[in-house]
């Protein structure tokens, strides 16, 4: 069993950062892919970032390539996604989800993952 939880939401202006992160709680953290989701208000759930389960490989949707930046640290059971350049439309709930089955690749596609938070909002003022 894994428990995940975000934080690091909040309401930043346009062309401004912020980190999320997603504690996780369970003996096998380690042993998980891990990817961020977004939802925005009328809108389909979208893959953002994944991480393959030993951090060396990540992927990333087209829409914030360049500008997010997925971590993870195995040691303190953390993943992060660092957001830069953020805009209007990034505004969304954010959620991190783990899978023990799927590499990043497939995460950032995953319609289903074996774990998910419930979420952190992020609010991109213009």
């Known amino acids: 069993q894994l428990k995940l939880v975000e934080s690091g939401g909040g309401s930043v202006q346009a062309g401004g950062s912020l980190r999320l992160s997603c504690a996780a709680s369970?003996?096998?953290?380690?042993?998980?892919?891990m990817g961020w989701f977004r939802q925005a208000p009328g809108k389909d759930r979208e893959g953002l970032a994944a991480?393959?389960?030993?951090?060396?490989?990540?992927t990333y949707a087209d829409s914030v390539k360049g500008r997010f930046t997925i971590s993870k640290d195995n040691a303190k059971n953390i993943l992060y996604l660092q957001m830069d350049s953020l805009k209007p439309e990034d505004t969304a709930m954010y959620y991190c989800?783990?899978?023990?089955?799927?590499?990043?690749?497939?995460?950032?596609?995953?319609?289903?993952?074996?774990?998910w938070g419930k979420g952190t909002l992020v609010t991109i003022a213009s």
């Open positions: 989800a783990a899978d023990l089955g799927q590499n990043s690749e497939e995460v950032v596609r995953a319609i289903s993952m074996d774990y």
């Open positions: 369970g003996y096998t953290y380690g042993s998980y892919s």
């Open positions: 991480i393959d389960s030993d951090g060396t490989t990540t």
